[in-house]
């Protein structure tokens, strides 16, 4: 799957903000190479899945906000 390694380059060193918070979390990848972002404020954990919804989470971070 090469949209895998297209998309690790765009989110390193990404950040989204908290929908909650609107704190900016850093967008972390986990050992099955699927990004994910914790909130540290309140706790609040967001797991990105599919195949579409990596393709918008790096949509999102490249816009700025
Ligand atoms: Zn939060």
């Known amino acids: 799957?090469?949209?895998?390694?297209?998309?690790?380059?765009?989110?390193?060193?990404s950040s989204i903000p908290c929908?909650?918070?609107q704190i900016e979390l850093d967008?972390?990848?986990d050992?099955?190479?699927?990004?994910?972002?914790v909130c540290d404020e309140c706790q609040a954990q967001f797991f990105?899945?599919?195949e579409k919804g990596i393709e918008r989470l790096?949509?999102?971070v490249d816009r700025p906000w």
């Open 1 to 13: 799957m090469n949209y895998l390694n297209s998309y690790l380059e765009i989110l390193e060193d």
């Open 19 to 21: 929908p909650l918070c």
């Open 27 to 29: 967008v972390r990848i």
């Open 31 to 37: 050992k099955n190479k699927k990004p994910y972002m």
């Open 48 to 50: 990105i899945r599919g």
């Open 58 to 60: 790096c949509e999102f």
